[in-house]
């Protein structure tokens, strides 16, 4: 019979095979990496002395191998460790090994609290999987010579069921967190296809982009000529929104003619900041996405983690496909921006149009009900039918697209200046008295009759005042007022 350690024996060969055999059973069907970490220590300390025990994943491509489970004397322990999987005999050579004794210094990884207190021999066995070494297994104890070949045997094939059992795992997972991926990218998609406001919709995209991401900041940077604005952020390593900071060469030379993603390993040392905002950022690492529609760049969705790391060709691709459905949500948002806008706006002057114009007053006469005062002027251009009949509609439309550049000039930004119709424009004047709008209404007529343009064709306005009384009910009230006061002014002038 084979000694297992401790009073441990296995029989006979075909018993080791129905060992493995349950084992088998038992780990295939787990598919939880953390359930499946646990089941494998539980059979193995069934028929291997395992006072110490311990998992550890090798990913090759960096060279680290990772702690993912650790035991000790039958209670599991928070692993955080990491080390070089080359300098592992068992991960770089791909063959188990057998410590009698003197542990510690053979071992990357000995168990036990203290020095004086910890493990003293150990089997170790690969994980392999379709020819590729993905870990490590091994079994510790805390007594000398307390394993034979055939324990290390048995581990072996413990570690063979292990490593498929672990691919399985973590295919299943890989799938279910794509899975969770793509209907949470779907989601944020429909959410973004729906909003409207630009403001709303850039919190909506740096908050997927974290939530998704798992990071400590993102930030959507828009181009406004020569300089960079964080137009949102979010996360708790973010810079402001409002942030400022020049465009870089580096970032023209990155994204002008490409819409791949850019890595940045450290922060600190890039050239892709300026120096002033590598000192404010909190970030060490950072992963920019370029926000392209319709093959214009719009701006930069950019991610960052507390601590320097690489990223994965699936975490750029998620991004990616993040910053596509964003960029296209903005270009929608804009366009609807610029449609509304449109249909505020008088194209001929750029003043707000009839439509703006009973919005504002809408609102500005619900407070006046409450109390703030409101007056208004009804402007209209004398003489102007004539003038636009004799010298043409082009020379028409000059006249009143400076009649509003003077009315914009002279009227405070909380305010509004609009085209009424026609040759009539209308100054709505928020909190200010009759005496204010007498003043305004005077600067206004005195500076089309002496403006450079419009002086030489002898163009002057009359205009008509109405201030909100009690009397008021509405909105047509408050203007109706202002034209008989204008037309009893074109009485008074003969004109």
């Given at each position: 019979?084979?000694?297992t350690?401790?009073?441990?024996?296995?029989?006979s060969?075909?018993?080791?095979?129905r060992?493995?055999l349950?084992?088998?059973?038992?780990?295939?069907?787990?598919?939880?990496?953390?359930?499946?970490?646990?089941?494998?220590?539980?059979?193995t300390?069934r028929?291997i002395?395992?006072?110490?025990f311990?998992?550890?994943?090798?990913?090759?491509?960096?060279?680290?191998?990772?702690?993912?489970?650790?035991?000790?004397?039958?209670?599991?322990?928070?692993?955080?460790?990491?080390?070089?999987?080359?300098?592992?005999?068992?991960?770089r050579?791909?063959?188990g090994?057998?410590?009698d004794?003197?542990l510690?210094q053979?071992s990357?990884?000995?168990?036990?609290?203290?020095?004086s207190?910890?493990?003293?021999?150990?089997?170790?066995?690969?994980?392999?999987?379709?020819?590729?070494?993905?870990?490590?297994?091994?079994?510790?104890s805390?007594?000398?010579k307390?394993?034979s070949?055939?324990?290390?045997?048995?581990?072996?094939?413990?570690?063979?069921?292990?490593?498929?059992?672990?691919?399985?795992?973590?295919?299943?997972q890989e799938?279910?967190?794509?899975?969770?991926?793509?209907?949470?990218?779907?989601?944020?998609?429909?959410?973004?296809a729906s909003?409207r406001?630009?403001?709303?919709?850039l919190?909506?995209?740096?908050?997927?982009?974290?939530?998704?991401?798992?990071?400590?900041a993102?930030?959507?940077?828009?181009?406004?000529?020569?300089?960079?604005?964080?137009?949102?952020?979010?996360?708790?390593?973010a810079?402001?929104a409002?942030?400022t900071?020049?465009?870089?060469d580096?970032?023209?030379?990155?994204?002008?003619d490409?819409?791949?993603?850019?890595?940045?390993?450290?922060i600190?040392?890039?050239?892709?900041?300026?120096a002033?905002i590598?000192?404010?950022?909190?970030?060490?690492s950072a992963?920019?996405v370029?926000?392209?529609?319709?093959g214009?760049?719009?701006?930069?969705?950019?991610?960052?983690?507390?601590a320097?790391?690489?990223?994965?060709?699936?975490?750029?691709?998620l991004?990616?496909?993040?910053?596509?459905?964003?960029?296209?949500?903005?270009?929608n948002?804009k366009?609807?921006?610029?449609?509304?806008?449109?249909?505020?706006?008088?194209?001929?002057?750029?003043?707000?149009?009839?439509?703006?114009?009973?919005?504002?007053?809408?609102?500005?006469?619900?407070?006046?009900?409450?109390?703030r005062?409101?007056?208004?002027?009804?402007?209209?251009?004398?003489n102007?039918?004539?003038?636009?009949?004799?010298l043409g509609?082009?020379?028409?439309?000059?006249?009143?697209?400076?009649?509003?550049?003077i009315?914009?000039?002279?009227?405070?930004?909380m305010n509004?200046a609009?085209?009424?119709g026609?040759?009539?424009?209308?100054?709505?004047?928020?909190d200010?008295?009759?005496?204010?709008?007498?003043?305004?209404?005077?600067?206004?007529?005195?500076?089309?009759?002496?403006a450079?343009?419009?002086?030489?064709?002898e163009?002057?306005?009359?205009?008509?005042?109405a201030?909100?009384?009690?009397?008021?009910?509405?909105?047509d009230?408050l203007?109706?007022?202002?034209?008989?006061?204008?037309?009893r002014?074109?009485?008074?002038r003969?004109?």
């Amino acid at each position: 019979m084979a000694s297992t350690g401790g009073d441990r024996t296995l029989a006979s060969i075909p018993d080791r095979y129905r060992v493995l055999l349950e084992i088998g059973r038992s780990l295939t069907g787990t598919l939880s990496l953390e359930e499946l970490y646990e089941e494998v220590y539980r059979e193995t300390s069934r028929v291997i002395e395992a006072a110490g025990f311990y998992i550890a994943l090798y990913d090759e491509e960096d060279d680290v191998a990772t702690v993912v489970f650790y035991a000790d004397r039958g209670e599991t322990r928070e692993a955080s460790i990491s080390y070089r999987g080359s300098d592992s005999a068992v991960i770089r050579s791909g063959q188990g090994s057998i410590v009698d004794d003197r542990l510690e210094q053979e071992s990357l990884l000995v168990i036990g609290d203290e020095a004086s207190d910890v493990t003293r021999s150990a089997i170790s066995a690969p994980l392999r999987h379709t020819g590729r070494v993905i870990g490590a297994i091994s079994a510790q104890s805390y007594r000398r010579k307390a394993y034979s070949p055939g324990d290390l045997e048995l581990l072996q094939g413990i570690a063979d069921i292990a490593a498929v059992a672990t691919e399985n795992a973590r295919y299943v997972q890989e799938l279910e967190k794509r899975r969770k991926e793509a209907e949470r990218i779907e989601e944020i998609g429909r959410l973004l296809a729906s909003s409207r406001e630009w403001e709303d919709l850039l919190g909506q995209v740096t908050r997927a982009a974290r939530e998704l991401m798992e990071v400590g900041a993102a930030s959507v940077w828009l181009r406004e000529g020569d300089s960079v604005r964080i137009a949102a952020s979010d996360g708790h390593l973010a810079l402001p929104a409002g942030t400022t900071f020049p465009w870089s060469d580096r970032l023209s030379e990155t994204f002008q003619d490409s819409d791949q993603p850019l890595i940045v390993k450290e922060i600190s040392s890039s050239p892709i900041l300026p120096a002033s905002i590598r000192e404010r950022v909190r970030s060490e690492s950072a992963l920019l996405v370029p926000l392209v529609a319709a093959g214009k760049p719009l701006g930069v969705l950019a991610v960052g983690h507390g601590a320097g790391r690489e990223y994965t060709d699936d975490e750029s691709h998620l991004l990616q496909r993040l910053a596509s459905q964003a960029a296209l949500a903005l270009e929608n948002a804009k366009l609807h921006a610029d449609l509304e806008a449109r249909s505020l706006t008088d194209p001929l002057t750029g003043l707000p149009n009839r439509r703006h114009l009973q919005m504002h007053l809408d609102r500005e006469l619900a407070a006046a009900f409450r109390g703030r005062r409101l007056s208004v002027v009804l402007f209209d251009l004398d003489n102007f039918k004539e003038y636009n009949d004799t010298l043409g509609h082009l020379a028409g439309d000059r006249v009143l697209r400076e009649v509003g550049r003077i009315l914009v000039e002279e009227t405070r930004a909380m305010n509004l200046a609009a085209r009424f119709g026609g040759d009539e424009f209308i100054s709505v004047l928020s909190d200010t008295d009759p005496e204010g709008a007498q003043l305004h209404a005077t600067r206004v007529a005195a500076r089309i009759a002496t403006a450079e343009e419009l002086a030489p064709h002898e163009i002057t306005v009359s205009f008509g005042l109405a201030h909100f009384t009690a009397g008021m009910k509405s909105v047509d009230d408050l203007i109706g007022a202002a034209d008989d006061a204008l037309y009893r002014q074109k009485d008074s002038r003969g004109s």
